[in-house]
């Protein structure tokens, strides 16, 4: 069974702050993940997908993937109360399901005014 | 600019009733998909379609039928409902099966 862990929080930072979102992963031949934000009672939305390692941005949210240990994460730079949120990981698996996102069961950020 | 559509939003239904889902996309995506998504168990998949005419089981098929009925409509059949698939169940699609997936609104499905 291929799993996909994220601390679930609740994360809690200040308005301004960076907050830091993690995953980790455990199919190592999995070359596709993706960050998706999800509002209370909403769907996911896709807010950053990486393929090669190291620093992806997109205004104020970076991704980074370091795939020799099996992990990602997101950055998000002067966080807003609205970007308070539960934020899901995805992970695409290799190998003969290759049509298959494993999602991780998201963290909760909390932005604080 | 629609995006993927989900019908209904909302519905209750009686232990034994059956019920369609429906899901429409116009981006021109090839590949569709059905999750369900229950507290603390995060994201699952039911169905994949990776194309017209093709459809593949996911993680959590038992109790569900699908039909890819065209490029643009990927539908979820419950047939004969149970209280455990009480969900929120999603439909998404991407272009291609390694391509970010977008997701429709959901719909809350109870089952008493």
Known sequence: QKEVEQNSGPLSVPEGAIASLNCTYSDRGS????????????SPEL???IYSNGDKEDGRFTAQLNKASQ???????D??????????CAVKDSGGSNYKLTFGKGTLLTVNP | NAGVTQTPKFQ???TGQSMTLQCAQDMNHNSMYWY???????LRLIYYSASEGTTDKGEVPNGYNVSRLNKREFSLRLESAAPSQTS????ASS???NQPQHFGDGTRLSIL
């Open chain 1, 31 to 42: 070359q596709s993940f993706f960050w998706y934000r999800q509002y209370s009672g909403k």
């Open chain 1, 47 to 49: 807010i950053m997908f």
């Open chain 1, 71 to 77: 992990y990602v994460s997101l950055l998000i730079r």
């Open chain 1, 79 to 88: 966080s807003q109360p609205s970007d308070s949120a539960t934020y899901l």
């Open chain 2, 12 to 14: 209750v239904l009686k």
């Open chain 2, 36 to 42: 369900r998504q229950d507290p603390g168990m995060g």
């Open chain 2, 88 to 91: 929120v169940y999603f439909c």
């Open chain 2, 95 to 97: 272009v291609v099966d």
